[in-house]
């Protein structure tokens, strides 16, 4: 009786089933650690061949105008706006929550318009102006927006609050009389999950004048 079906490999292949599961089963690992950002000698005890590590990614200058001051900063090509804003620069108003383009926490003002910063690569963003939530006011001098969000409660946990504020920034510096239904139109990108909106519609209510709009 034939044992092929047994076998292990075709006589001086030099390979066996053992060896090649074994292979595969390192390669998963291989797979799995590099896509964490872990390099795979950490892994396997094996050197990294040059191109799997991130040092050699090949980093781009990338010139941000955030809130009037021009910064420079080294990114890799892959980097999201709102990483590099948080991460290097230290801009931690605009919040990262949903990292999809949904619910409107990452949102800047970039050259006159709303962007979701999670949305987008920063060297796309080279040489563009950039108003984050940092520029609007601090504590001790407020922006009439955020007096506003202090003055009708307009927020609870507060993460959606540097969004929601950009996008009221972006919408009274456009239409400074914009009426509710505009309102709700301009903030329809911002996702408040504590449910704060008749709040917050009334403070852009009062900053464009309509106040008994509600
Ligand atoms: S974090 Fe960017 S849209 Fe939600
Ligand atoms: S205040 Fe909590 S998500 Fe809006």
Known sequence: MSNRGKQDS???????RRKFLKGIGTGLVGSATLSQG?????ALGQTPKASARSSDIELAVVRLKINGKTHTVEVEPRAVLLDVLREKLQF????????LGECG???VILNGET???????A???????IE???GLGTPQKMHPIQQKFVEHDAYQCGFCTPGFEMSIKSLIDKHPDADLRTIKKSLAG??????AYPHIFQVALELTGKKGGM
Do not use: F, H, Q, W
């Not at 075709?10 to 066996?16: E, H, Q, R, V």
């Not at 872990?38 to 950490?42: F, G, H, S, T, Y």
């Open 92 to 99: 931690t108003g605009a919040k990262k929550v949903c990292d």
């Open 132 to 134: 984050t939530v940092e």
């Open 10 to 16: 075709p006589p001086g292949s030099g390979i066996n």
């Open 123 to 129: 060297i796309d963003a080279d040489g563009a102006s």
């Open 190 to 195: 911002n996702t408040c999950r504590c449910g």
């Open 115 to 121: 962007v979701y910063a999670c949305m987008m690569l």
């Open 105 to 107: 926490a990452c949102t």
């Open 38 to 42: 872990i390099l795979p000698e950490d």
